[in-house]
């Protein structure tokens, strides 16, 4: 049984999902195997106080997304899947489209055709209807979308918490829980009624 995660992040706003994912796998004892575009670092540093090496450092594998030789490039390498987040609606559109000239739509595309589970955090705000056409076909293709839109039933104290629950629902998609979602109907709302 596969016990890899493929991350991928990519220049879109939101590279705390990424760093917060590789987080999360790292304390489900998930091998972490991390793809970060050039873009990726540069919105790393506008965005946090980290370093590229802190961000690596997350990780247990880590490739250049110029290495299309990488072990994520082969249907042969076994994963529970891939998670790109954030997903520039560039790296959308490759994905969607078969574009496979960099390492991490490279292994997007792996996944697909592996019939591998992958998600795509989609970051991006109003959408055209190319941005539409593009998660339809990536959809289409067996992709999951899943924009990171913020729940607030389970009432986040912080973006941490905001975070931490998009981070969850998106593991959940690969059978993972994190233990610190709050569920509707469990942890928060109505709950079941007792027969």
């Known amino acids: 049984m596969a016990s890899a995660m493929i991350v991928g992040i990519t220049g879109a706003s939101g590279v705390i999902w990424g760093v917060r994912m590789l987080d999360a796998l790292g304390e489900l004892g998930v091998e972490r195997h991390l793809i970060v575009t050039r873009a990726a670092e540069i919105t790393l540093a506008h965005e946090t106080d980290l370093k590229i090496r802190d961000l690596r450092a997350r990780a247990d594998v880590v490739y ?98 905001v975070v931490d629950h998009g981070v969850g629902r998106v593991l959940d998609l690969f059978g993972l829980d994190t233990g610190k979602l709050k569920r509707w109907g469990r942890d928060v709302g109505p709950r079941p009624q007792e027969v």
């Open 64 to 161: 250049r997304p110029d290495d299309i030789a990488a072990a994520p490039a082969s249907g042969s390498f076994p994963t529970l899947g891939m998670v790109v987040a954030p997903c520039s609606v560039s790296a959308l559109s490759e994905i969607a489209a078969g574009i496979t000239d960099n390492l991490l739509t490279r292994a997007a595309d792996v996944t697909l055709k592996e019939r591998r589970r992958l998600v795509l955090m989609v970051r991006e705000t109003p959408l055209h209807l190319g941005h539409i056409r593009a998660m339809a076909a990536a959809t289409e293709i067996g992709a999951i979308v899943a924009p990171p839109v913020p729940a607030f039933y389970h009432r986040p104290k912080s973006i941490e918490d």
